[in-house]
């Protein structure tokens, strides 16, 4: 107890939380105590979410309140977590913060180093024309003295307010920053052959940086009907800077599945791994209940990808036809729970060859004429034949 067996040296695990270890903030049965099995067996893990809206640390609190347990903001990467390394190519221009509120974008600001910024509450109290219906409290930021020109935009994550938001995101860039300037980006003619507006420009495609963060469109709550959230945000931006613009919005997405988010999680998991006297991971285990998200971007790096029925995924299907899992478990706990499946199924596999080497030999001890080829490289059978295992 607390150190980690030959078999397990080289293994980590990377854990998604939302649908996997907790649903609308309540825990799932047996998370936590399958988080200090882990940590008993000082086998190194990290939770890597999509979610986000404020600072690793916070994050981290609320978890370990969820979950009843200790969780290290060290062990938490967020959606928006790869930004801390970008934050210098930013250094000299001012940056837009959406996040779910404007004193959670403040948050992650301070805690990533940004210096120069202004919030979407600020800028639609500056420019309160932008939404004139405009009535939520939130918004009631004292105006900016002199209207800063926009040099980059920084989505941490939906904003509670979509419409003022989004009036003012795709504002932004159709202006290239610059709100305080007469001409904007329009089609070159409305459908009706008329030009769309009499100060409209056939302008080029915006080059204003702007990162989303998490890609997710829905996400499992507590509802029975996934929730919609910040990829559908993202959605609504582009179709709109689309219809308006004519043309495609240039922008990057940060979150699982893209590789950014995985290659940053996986330093982290690293330093996690030589904080516990680990070598580096060589097989790493990923747990996610989000096939698209999850299980793409698992199965992408090359890890081995973890399929549990306790969040997005509810078909009754044995895997995703579309990203299909290694495993798929009804949830993380048990004896179905995803890395106690693989290491069974390695001693399995090892019975296998010990019972095939043990019949080679009384084979030869009868002067039986057993291919020695078959014996050393036996056709897998059976769930040995299958990359995917299924738990039942």
Known sequence: KGVATMEHRGKAIILDVDGVLHRGGIALP???????????????????????????SHKAQSYAQILDTTIDADAVVVSHSPLRPLVQRFSNKVVLLVSTTNSSAIAIAEAYGIEHYVTYGQMIATYPALYAECTSQEH??????????????????????????????????????????????????????????????????????????????????????????CGAFRLCIESLYMNTTGTVLQREVLGKPFPISYMYAQNVLNKRAHNLNQPAPTRIFAVGDNPLSDIAGANKMGYTSCLVRTGCFQ?????????????????????????????????????????????????????????????NKPKPTGIFSSRMLTCE
Not at 332 to 347: D, E, H, Q, T, Y
């Open 30 to 56: 047996g998370a936590k105590e399958s988080l200090l099995r882990l940590e008993a067996a000082k086998i190194p893990f990290i939770f890597l979410t999509n979610s986000g809206g404020c600072p690793e």
């Open 140 to 229: 009631k930021c004292v105006p900016l003295a002199s209207p800063p020109v926009i040099g980059a935009v920084f989505v941490f994550h939906e904003p509670l307010d979509w419409g003022t938001s989004i009036q003012l995101l795709v504002d932004v860039l159709r202006t290239n920053g610059d709100l305080s300037a007469a001409e904007y980006k329009g089609k070159s003619d409305a459908p009706d052959g008329t030009q769309s507006a009499s100060t409209a420009t056939n302008m080029s495609a915006s080059n204003l940086p702007i990162y989303f963060c998490n890609p997710d469109v829905e996400y499992a709550s507590q509802a029975h009907i996934p929730r919609f959230t």
């Open 315 to 375: 078909s009754t299907a044995d895997n995703d036809h579309r990203h299909p899992a290694t495993l798929v478990c009804p949830s993380i706990v048990g004896r179905c729970s995803p890395f106690l499946s693989l290491s069974l199924r390695a001693k399995q596999t090892r019975a296998v060859k010990k019972f095939l080497i043990f019949l080679h030999a009384t084979q030869l001890d009868r002067g039986g004429g057993l291919d020695t080829g078959a014996v």
